[in-house]
């Protein structure tokens, strides 16, 4: 017997095993989802507090003059509610990659990671399942939105769709590389406070940014650089039926590095697997 | 083409090291297929570790593993597809039912619904748990779950199976089900099984044994070869003269 005899007849998987596999992935977060009630709830009111309570205070304090995509005066509410959108997208990410790190500790990890299909494909299926919810919560959003005035017209609610997708993706991307360098669940909570509250605040979601400019020019180079602003931009302009190319460029370049890195992360030989158990392993 | 059966599992030169901590030394063995092969070992043995490198939860770090013949560094999906595997912890998702559970492990074998729908009253019903089949992961039993991930490891028919002390935490009764149902499949769908474990009463006469120690391989046979090897009485004793002896040439090493 030799090792080429062997590879002469490979038990590959088909396309249409692939897309089974794709399917049972996002099935499963899906029902997930259904069964946790209460996750769902806290995904609306946390960007519907923003909205109803944070927006309604700062209306007069802030004034927001035209600027693109807007042709017009808008109300701050108006103005928050993409950066709100992203927050749902940046939460529902990075509690997908805390499920990620829950489940590595319970052991459910384990059973998508012992699938014969090729680890890259589980993580992709895995986000495309995490940015599927996230869809579900911020058309849930907007619906609500609608009734507090938000009406971007009714063309934008299409055109955002790929915005939101690519949005999805990054944030969840950048939460599945997180998660694979954390061992425990508590160490979880640091990397809210150090990745989420930071990335949510130096970016265009709450203030445009030609303010931060007359305030700090270093913060707006920091918000520049943040990708979170350029997801909620390329979401604030799809809304409003335009594209944002910067902004577009910046959240694919964003998502294929995370991607990657999440997918290194995640290799047996490399990643935390490795380093499982004590530093220094990592040969 | 006909080729030479490869043993179920081979292992050669196995180390594997987490930082200074050296969990497994130059491991050797082979385990033939269609046998129940006990992987003996007291907690820190290095069992969990084996098991971890065999489904490639870790990458191997030094020697190889190779599964019917293919390596699982080389080929890992095509290894993995002949594996079932229950772990130590529970994995079931809780809540899921039972069925749905067996569904989404089938999906990640690349197994449609209608087909593992299928599947899943087969192996449910091998597992004498049919008519639990709609009913919460949640609201099963310790050994009830158990047998659930063991049907759900059997669900891709796997010809390989590993079990990760899968008796732990459960009833006198829940373990013998647990080890008369894994039993049954060797003899009668000739699986070939690797049992880890370090309660000596789940040996049966007629098994192998492999004998591991703090990341060393210490004996590896048929029972009574074992038995008759350390000079004991029954493989309880030889077990215990194993690690002394073990215990012994280490004490020597240091000094």
């Excluded at chain 1, 997918?263 to 030989?269: G, L, M, Q, T």
């Excluded at chain 2, 130590?88 to 619904?113: E, F, K, W």
Aim: proline share 4%; net charge neutral; aromatic share 10%.
């Amino acid at each position: 017997m030799s090792a080429s005899a062997l590879h002469t007849t490979p038990r590959g998987f088909s396309l249409a095993q692939y897309t089974i596999c794709l399917k049972g992935i996002v099935w499963r977060e899906g029902l997930r989802f259904l069964h946790q009630r209460e996750r769902f709830v806290a995904a609306l009111v946390r960007p519907l507090v923003w909205l109803f309570i944070f927006a309604a205070g700062f209306r007069q304090v802030l004034g927001v003059s035209i600027i693109p995509p807007y042709d017009t005066y808008v109300l701050y509410e108006v103005y928050i509610a993409p950066g709100l959108m992203a927050m749902i997208q940046m939460f529902n990410g990075m509690l997908s990659s805390l499920s990620m790190v829950y489940d590595r500790e319970m052991g459910n990890m384990r059973i998508l990671l012992v699938s014969p299909f090729p680890r890259w494909y589980l993580l992709c299926a895995k986000l495309i399942a995490g940015t599927a919810i996230s869809l579900l919560q911020v058309y849930a959003f907007l619906l609500i939105a609608w009734f507090w005035e938000i009406e971007p017209p009714l063309i934008g609610y299409l055109t955002v769709l790929p915005a939101l997708v690519l949005a999805g993706l990054m944030l969840g991307a950048l939460g599945m590389l997180i998660s694979s360098g954390i061992k425990q669940m508590e160490n979880f909570a640091s990397v809210m406070n150090f990745v989420i509250f930071p990335m949510f605040f130096a970016s265009s979601a709450l203030y445009p940014l030609w303010r931060v400019r007359e305030a700090s020019p270093l913060l707006y180079y920091v918000c520049q650089l943040n990708p979170f602003t350029h997801a909620v931009e390329l979401i604030r302009f799809a809304l409003y039926g335009q594209l944002n190319w910067v902004s577009l460029a910046v959240v694919c370049g964003c998502t294929a590095a995370f991607m990657v890195g999440a997918i290194f992360a995640y290799d047996p030989s490399r990643g935390f697997a490795a380093r499982r158990g004590g530093a220094g392993a990592d040969a | 083409m006909k080729t030479v059966d490869p043993a179920a599992l081979s292992v050669e030169g196995l180390s594997h090291a987490y930082g200074p901590r050296q969990a497994l030394k130059d491991v050797t063995f082979a385990i033939e297929p269609a046998r129940f092969t006990v992987l003996l070992g007291l907690n820190g043995a290095g069992k969990s570790t084996l098991f971890s490198l065999v489904t490639r939860l870790y990458g191997t770090q030094r020697g190889s593993i190779r599964i019917f013949g293919r390596d699982v560094s080389v080929s890992p999906g095509e290894a993995l597809c002949m594996l079932g595997i229950v772990f130590q912890p529970r994995t079931l998702d809780l809540d899921l039912s039972v069925r749905q559970n067996l569904t989404y492990h089938a999906a990640l074998h690349g197994i449609g619904a209608a087909d593992a729908n299928r599947r899943a009253d087969r192996v449910l019903a091998r597992m004498g748990l049919s008519e639990r089949a709609d009913d919460k992961a949640r609201s099963l039993s310790g050994g009830q779950m158990r047998r659930v991930e063991i049907a759900r490891a059997l669900l891709h028919e796997p010809r390989l199976m590993l079990l990760d002390e899968p008796t732990v935490g459960l009833d006198i009764k829940s373990r013998a089900d647990i080890i008369e149902h894994v039993r049954a499949l060797v003899a009668e769908e000739r699986v070939c099984v690797l049992w880890a474990t370090h309660l000596i009463d789940e040996v049966a006469e007629s098994d192998d044994v492999i004998v591991l120690h703090r990341g060393r391989l210490l004996a590896h046979g048929a029972v009574p070869a074992i038995v008759a090897q350390a000079g004991a009485a029954d493989i309880r004793a030889a077990f215990t003269a194993l690690i002394r002896d073990a215990g012994t040439e280490e004490a020597g090493e240091v000094a």
